[in-house]
């Protein structure tokens, strides 16, 4: 048994703000039977105000979900969709991208991660040399729609070489945050993957 450490628990509140919020959902808490029963992967950002399953009609124990900045095909995202499609069978992945992304035109926000960041300590702790920090981060000027589609594409390009003859198909979508609709690409047989 341990104790919580007391100093560093809910000395502003937080944890105890976050134990009740746990306390309402345990309480109607019910165990998902199987794990990824879509058998479907979403790959999206990592924004607060994104909330994967809900906004797809999906619940706990349905679909994977993948989030970093920006929903890029990171080498992480990829460790995470390999083990989706091949460990746990799935066969869909859908990137969601979403509006007003702070990736995208990033204004200051790049400027203060670059300022704050030191990328020799962090060339050597990934033992590689980061060669252009904003590109290794994700930041980009491209329309979010098209950033998707790009990372979209990607996985259509990046599967079939590491995973051959597993039958996945790719799927693309923007999430709008003023509406909360998901608008999905129309899948046509070219970007589908071949199986
Ligand atoms: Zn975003």
Redesign the pocket.
């Known amino acids: 048994m341990s104790t919580p450490p007391t100093e560093e628990h809910g000395r502003d509140g937080f944890c105890e703000r976050l134990q009740r919020g746990n306390d309402a959902w345990a309480s109607a808490y019910r165990r998902p039977e199987v794990n990824g029963s879509a058998k479907a992967v979403v790959l999206t950002?990592?924004?607060s105000r994104i909330p994967p399953l809900e906004m797809l009609g999906l619940a706990p124990g349905e679909a994977f979900i993948i989030r970093n900045?920006?929903?890029s095909v990171t080498d992480d995202a990829l460790r995470s969709l390999i083990v989706c499609l091949t460990a746990m069978e799935c066969r869909k992945v859908l990137v969601v991208g979403?509006t007003c992304?702070?990736?995208r035109c990033p204004g200051d926000l790049d400027r203060r991660v670059s300022e704050a960041v030191d990328v020799e300590g962090l060339s050597a702790g990934l033992g590689r040399s980061i060669e252009d920090l904003g590109d290794w981060l994700g930041f980009h000027h491209v329309p979010e729609w098209e950033w998707a589609e790009r990372q979209a594409d990607r996985l259509r390009d990046l599967l079939p070489r590491i995973l051959p003859g597993l039958p996945v198909r790719v799927f693309t979508a923007l999430y709008d945050l003023d509406s909360g609709r998901v608008r999905f690409a129309q899948p046509s047989q070219k970007r589908n993957m071949r199986a």
């Open positions: 950002c990592m924004d900045a920006g929903n979403h992304c702070g990736m």
